[in-house]
Each structure stands twice: as structure tokens, then as C-alpha cells.
């Protein structure tokens, strides 16, 4: 993850920003072999930087609620509902947004 949830992923630690692939590097160094997921508010471009840097996955969490075709989506560049925090996991009744299929 970087930063903290919905927040700026430029996360300070003392005067410096923290250093991400250091701590992949140390991940990794210690053994670890899984995946290197980042998320936090990602979109398409921001995405294939990363995914161009080191990243491995990037996780889509509000954009995949709000995009059920997300996957559709992002091939084509958008369009791209807005998400509403309301009707995340079960909130208002109106949980359905529209697909690109039967988008108006």
C-alpha cells in the first residue's frame, strides 16, 4: 500500500519520504516471494507507470465498485463512473452502477 488509505501516497517518514523500494528490496531480501501489489487510488495512467517501475498488480478497489466492467474499461481508456462512498458495501439501496452495455 502506499500512504495511508485514500490519502497522498507520499508518505513521510521523519523529513524524508518513504522509500517504497527499499522496502521491496528488504521484502524480498528477507525471503519474501510474493507479488508486489500496490493500491491506493489508483487510475489507468498512474497504473502503467507502475506497473512500468516494479510494481507487479495494482489493486482497484473504488474504481472496480463503481466500474463493475472495470476491466472493459480500462482497455479502452473510460469512460468511468464516479464512485459514491454511499453505496459502497451494501449502504444506500441503489448499489448497481452502469456498465458500458447498458449505459445511457
Given at each position: 500500500?502506499?500512504?495511508?488509505?485514500?490519502?497522498?501516497?507520499?508518505?513521510?517518514?521523519?523529513?524524508?519520504?518513504?522509500?517504497?523500494?527499499?522496502?521491496?528490496?528488504?521484502?524480498?531480501?528477507?525471503?519474501?516471494?510474493?507479488?508486489?501489489?500496490?493500491?491506493?487510488?489508483?487510475?489507468?495512467?498512474?497504473?502503467?507507470?507502475?506497473?512500468?517501475?516494479?510494481?507487479?498488480?495494482?489493486?482497484?478497489?473504488k474504481s472496480f465498485i463503481a466500474n463493475p466492467d472495470l476491466a472493459a474499461r480500462l482497455k479502452q481508456n473510460g469512460p468511468y463512473n464516479t464512485p459514491d462512498?454511499?453505496?459502497?458495501?451494501?449502504?444506500?439501496?441503489?448499489?448497481?452502477?452502469?456498465?458500458?452495455?447498458?449505459?445511457?
Amino acid at each position: 500500500m502506499q500512504g495511508s488509505t485514500g490519502a497522498a501516497r507520499d508518505y513521510q517518514q521523519g523529513d524524508h519520504a518513504f522509500d517504497y523500494k527499499a522496502m521491496k528490496a528488504a521484502y524480498q531480501k528477507a525471503g519474501g516471494k510474493g507479488a508486489w501489489m500496490l493500491n491506493n487510488g489508483y487510475e489507468r495512467d498512474l497504473a502503467d507507470q507502475a506497473l512500468q517501475a516494479d510494481a507487479d498488480l495494482i489493486a482497484f478497489g473504488k474504481s472496480f465498485i463503481a466500474n463493475p466492467d472495470l476491466a472493459a474499461r480500462l482497455k479502452q481508456n473510460g469512460p468511468y463512473n464516479t464512485p459514491d462512498r454511499a453505496t459502497f458495501y451494501g449502504g444506500k439501496e441503489v448499489t448497481d452502477y452502469p456498465t458500458l452495455t447498458n449505459a445511457c
